[in-house]
């Protein structure tokens, strides 16, 4: 493909000057489009040249995409390149459904995310009625639910999250994106008669353990329980 004759509008990374600016953001783009997961800005850091303002070419990047086929998107504190909105529709059937997740996995999974760090007894308390050990291993499978800590209290139960998986999956760039109560209204998603007061809670999914949180135990398997030597 011939290039671009000097003074052509930029539409893509190629015709970016200067020269070392160019080569650092045809490697970020690289980059990107060679992980198979969202990258951590800290993981793109160590793949670029000492010095390069890693935010400032994700944007200029980002922007160079604005309108393309594939955008480049923040997910958390992560990156990737995602179909365009207004094209995923024509692409969903070649998306193969493996699994729908249960009302109560829906639930579940609606409480982790607006009330974590949150143990299995207090979605109990929330859901009111019991959860089952295969919702919560579906939740974890999915990779959309990760287990955080144990609490400091009582019986020290694991606390669940929200993974980048699931703001990936779900289009969010942040937890905060999250709809609020007026918002789940408006779509109908909450009818009848509210409690007086009653408020959506602002949902947090900081890598950093609450106050309330210890570390997961090492001998702690992928479901939170304990391991027991043989």
């Not at 070649?94 to 579940?108: D, F, M, N, Q």
């Not at 007894?121 to 144990?150: F, N, P």
Request: glycine share 10%; with cysteine.
């Amino acid at each position: 493909m011939p290039e671009r004759p000097p003074g052509s509008r930029a539409d893509n990374v190629t015709s970016i000057a200067p020269e070392g600016r160019r080569l650092q953001l045809r490697t970020l783009e690289a980059l990107l489009f060679a992980s198979g997961e969202p990258m951590p800005e800290r993981e793109i850091a160590r793949h670029m040249p000492e010095g390069a303002d890693i935010r400032a070419l994700l944007t200029e990047l980002q922007t160079g995409y604005a309108g393309r086929g594939v955008n480049l998107r923040r997910i958390g504190d992560c990156w990737a390149f995602r179909t365009a909105e207004d094209i995923a529709p024509l692409l969903q059937h070649h998306v193969v459904e493996e699994r729908k997740l249960s009302r109560a996995a829906l639930e579940t999974l609606a409480i982790i995310a607006y009330h974590q760090p949150v143990t299995r007894a207090e979605i109990e308390e929330i859901r009111g009625v019991s959860v089952s050990s295969g919702t919560l291993d579906v939740l974890l499978e999915t990779g959309w639910v990760r287990l955080r800590g144990r609490r400091r209290s009582p019986g020290r139960p694991v606390t669940f999250g929200t993974t980048i998986g699931f703001l990936d999956h779900f289009g969010l760039e942040s937890i905060t994106d999250l709809p609020g109560l007026e918002e789940l209204k408006a779509a109908g998603m909450l009818e009848g008669m509210l409690p007086p007061g009653l408020a959506a809670p602002t949902p947090d999914d900081s890598a950093e353990l609450a106050e309330d949180e210890d570390p997961l135990d090492p001998t702690d398997d992928a479901s939170g329980e304990t391991l027991r030597s043989r």
